[in-house]
C-alpha cells in the first residue's frame, strides 16, 4: 500500500531555485531496507555540491542525506531496528529531504533516548565526519594530546563539534573562520586560538602560535582558497586532510611540493568510513558517548520549514549560518 510523503526534488542541476516541493508516494521496504518517518532532516554542504552537481547524481533527484525519526517498518533480513524504534542516520544514497522514505537500513542506528530528533539530525552527518577525521584520519606516529592541529571553517558545523571533541582529547586546535564573530564562536567552543582568515595570514599566524613548529595536521573542507597555504602551516611529516571543497576543488597537486617537509595528502571522505553496518555503529557510539557525556554539544543555530529549504541553501552558501541547520518536515 502506498504511502503519501512530500519530498524536495531537482529535475536539473543548478542553483537553489531548482528545488521543488513535490508530492510523492513511498511504498514497502525491500530486503535490508527500512520506511523511516523523519522528524528532523539534516542540512550539509554535500547537499549544495549535490544540487549543483559537482557530484553528479541521475536526475530527477532527492536532496539530502541525513535525519532523524520513527522507523516505520523494516524489510526481510533486518535485525538491527524494528518498527518504533528511535532512528538516526547519515547515509548514501541521497533523500532526506522529505516526510518519509524508504532506504538501506545499513547505516541506520538507533537514536539513544537522551538525545531528540533534532540533535539527532543535525549531528549525525557531521558528528560522524569529526569522528573519523580526529579519531581515525591522523598524520604519522597519530595525535597526542598537547599536539596543534588547524581546522578551517571552525564556526561550521563540523567544526564546532571538531573543537569541543579536540578539547576533550586534549589536543591544541586553532580554528579559522570568516569574522571575528565566528573567531569568537569557535574560542568559546574549545579552540585554543582562532585566526580570522578575512583579515589575518592565516600561515603566518599559525607559524607564529606554534613558535615556527607548525602544526601536526590540517583538516580542511575550504578547498580552493586554503589548500597550497595549509600545506605551509604543517609540520614535518604532516597531514593534510581536505574533506570538502566549499570555494572550489583545489587545483592539481604537483606532488613535488610535498618533499619540503615530507609531507602526506589524503581526501577522505565520510561513506568510505561507513561502508558497513559495524563500523557505522562503532562510529555512532563514540558520537553518542561524547555527546550524552556533554563534552560535545551539537548547537543548532537555524531551522527552516522543509519548504524553504532554498532559502537555507542560500544562507548556507553566503557562509551566513553558524553550528547546525535543520529543516523540519
Not at 570538502?244 to 617537509?261: F, H, Q, T
Not at 563500523?279 to 524553504?308: K, W
Amino acid at each position: 500500500m502506498p504511502h503519501p510523503s512530500r519530498a524536495i526534488r531537482i529535475d536539473a542541476f543548478g542553483g537553489p531555485e531548482q528545488m521543488r516541493l513535490v508530492d510523492t508516494e513511498v511504498g514497502e521496504p525491500g530486503p535490508g531496507e527500512i520506511r523511516i518517518r523523519h522528524h528532523a532532516v539534516g542540512l550539509n554542504y554535500i547537499d549544495v555540491y549535490q544540487r549543483t552537481g559537482l557530484y553528479p547524481n541521475a536526475l530527477p533527484l532527492q536532496l539530502g542525506m541525513e535525519g532523524a525519526g520513527i522507523v516505520e517498518a523494516v524489510g526481510e533480513g533486518v535485525t538491527h531496528l524494528s518498527p518504533g524504534d528511535r532512528a538516526a542516520y547519515a547515509s548514501a544514497p541521497p533523500g532526506s529531504y522529505c516526510e518519509l522514505r524508504v532506504m538501506p537500513a545499513r547505516c541506520v542506528v538507533r537514536l539513544p533516548d537522551g538525545i531528540d530528533f533534532e540533535t539527532g539530525a543535525a549531528m549525525m552527518l557531521k558528528g560522524l565526519t569529526a569522528q573519523y577525521l580526529l579519531r581515525q584520519t591522523l598524520p604519522a606516529g597519530g595525535l597526542q594530546a598537547g599536539d596543534w592541529v588547524l581546522f578551517h571553517a571552525a564556526a561550521g558545523g563540523v567544526g564546532l563539534i571538531a573543537c569541543q571533541w579536540a578539547r576533550a582529547l586534549g589536543l591544541k586546535l586553532i580554528a579559522t573562520a570568516g569574522g571575528a564573530a565566528k573567531c569568537e564562536l569557535a574560542l568559546q567552543h574549545g579552540a585554543t586560538h582562532a585566526i580570522d582568515y578575512r583579515s589575518e595570514d592565516f600561515v603566518a599566524r599559525v607559524r607564529d602560535i606554534t613558535g615556527g613548529a607548525g602544526v601536526k595536521v590540517v583538516y580542511d573542507s575550504v578547498g580552493a582558497d586554503t589548500f597550497m597555504k595549509s600545506l605551509d602551516c604543517l609540520a614535518p611529516f604532516g597531514l593534510l586532510a581536505n574533506f570538502g571543497s566549499a570555494s572550489g576543488k583545489p587545483a592539481p597537486l604537483d606532488v613535488g611540493v610535498l618533499a619540503k617537509n615530507s609531507l602526506y595528502v589524503t581526501r577522505p571522505t565520510l561513506f568510505t568510513y561507513i561502508a558497513t553496518r559495524e563500523r557505522t555503529q562503532a562510529m555512532a557510539d563514540d558520537l553518542f558517548a561524547v555527546v550524552q557525556s556533554g563534552e560535545v554539544r551539537i548547537r543548532i543555530d537555524q531551522r527552516y520549514p522543509l519548504a524553504e529549504v532554498a532559502q537555507a541553501h542560500r544562507d548556507l552558501e553566503a557562509r551566513a549560518t553558524t553550528g547546525c541547520t535543520v529543516l523540519v518536515p
